[in-house]
């Protein structure tokens, strides 16, 4: 990479943590300016009163961290934070579904890449996740956004096969994983693995990526829209990662829809 032995500064949103040696940590960063990195909290286990709170995801912080030249880890030197989302972080069912943000995000990314537009996604929807907006619709909201900014938006306005609008039919539409994108009746005959959503649905996600994170709250998400939103992002992301994510499966433990 083009970072040079030094110490940084970045805003970044606390990803995920997991203990190292006898007291360390190693925390993954979703930084505005230096992509996806990883980096280790010496003694973080042994005292916590130098970073208390500020590295518990999910959590926004002003990140200041010692590179040492090589592509080995960074070391955490400092953290200031600048939201610690004490809200969502006293209620199990956001918590929760602030995890599966944090999750879906690291498990789209690699370390190195740019992730300057995911931070602003993620610290937008952790921040309206925290002030109380229902957390299910928010989910499926960032689904969308999180899969156009990365160059995998499904085709949602038209049959992806054929290229007519999804209009008129008595059945259907259908949404294919492995087609990347709606099936009108005819393309759909004779294939596996649909999704059956509405063109409703289908019209709230394409409006959900184009809005603004700050307006997405305008968007109605009724009971159609979160069961079909789901079925169908669920097996898209699976399909493209080649496997589930965890924080689903405790979000069905806790008798949410993911």
Excluded: W
Excluded at 65 to 76: C, D, I, K, P
Excluded at 124 to 147: H, N, Q, T, W, Y
Aim: hydrophobic share 40%; with cysteine.
């Amino acid at each position: 990479g083009s970072v040079k032995r030094g110490h940084y500064t970045t805003e970044a949103v606390v990803l995920n943590s997991f203990n190292f040696a006898e007291s360390d940590a190693i925390i993954a960063f979703c930084t505005l300016d230096y992509g996806k990195l990883k980096a280790v909290a010496k003694g973080l286990r042994r005292s916590r009163k130098r970073f208390v709170g500020k590295l518990d995801p999910p959590a926004l912080i002003r990140l200041m961290f010692f590179h040492n030249g090589r592509a080995e880890l960074q070391r955490v030197e400092d953290a200031v934070l600048i939201d610690g989302l004490v809200n969502l972080k006293s209620d199990i069912t956001r918590l929760a579904h602030a995890s599966y943000l944090l999750e879906l995000s690291s498990e789209f990314t690699r370390e190195g890449q740019d992730t300057s537009g995911i931070y602003g996604l993620l610290s937008a929807f952790l921040k309206m996740m925290d002030s109380g907006i229902e957390p299910v619709s928010l989910c499926r909201f960032f689904d969308i956004k999180l899969l156009s900014a990365l160059g995998y938006l499904p085709h949602l306005g038209s049959c992806v096969s054929c290229g007519k609008g999804l209009e008129g039919a008595s059945t259907g539409p259908f949404f294919s994983s492995s087609k990347g994108g709606m099936l009108c009746k005819g393309c759909s005959k004779a294939l596996s693995g649909l999704v059956p959503v509405s063109i409703g649905s289908a019209r709230v996600l394409s409006a959900a990526e184009r809005f603004d994170a700050k307006k997405i709250t305008r968007l109605k998400a009724d009971k159609a829209f979160l069961k079909e939103s789901d079925a169908a992002l669920s097996d898209f992301i699976t399909h493209i990662l080649g496997k589930g994510l965890k924080t689903r499966g405790f979000l069905e433990k806790l008798k949410c829809p993911a």
